[in-house]
């Protein structure tokens, strides 16, 4: 059943992001003239990338020395500490693969248009 309810909400979350780039591409390629599939394609991969962005940055971010120096003089525990540093790079994967998909699905529904 839990898979069931995260499964529903994955969906939920690339429709939005899926109807709110396609607008926004609709929008672009009206105000600039640029054909519709040739926008969509161009935002599947802005999508894809920004996806990829969020995750290089929280790894540099974690692996970073001075992030982790300053991590240690906190009042939290250095479990806490690691637990927060998990759940953050666990929401930037979910992020990737929420934007990764919607880009895919836009380059590939720019091909077929």
Do not use: P
Not at 1 to 14: A, F, N, P, S
Not at 43 to 49: L, S, Y
Not at 76 to 95: H, L, T
């Amino acid at each position: 059943m839990k898979i069931v309810r995260w499964l529903i909400k994955y969906i939920i979350y690339i429709s939005i992001t899926l109807i709110v780039v396609g607008l926004a591409s609709y929008a672009i390629s009206k105000a600039t003239g640029m054909a519709f599939a040739e926008t969509l394609q161009y935002a599947g991969i802005i999508c894809a990338v920004l996806g990829m962005l969020s995750v290089v940055g929280n790894l540099n971010t974690t692996t970073n020395v001075t992030y982790l120096q300053s991590r240690s003089v906190s009042e939290k525990s250095f479990g806490e500490s690691a637990k927060e540093d998990f759940e953050s790079r666990d929401k930037s994967f979910k992020f990737l693969s929420i934007t990764g998909f919607a880009g895919l699905v836009l380059i590939m529904a720019s091909l077929l248009i």
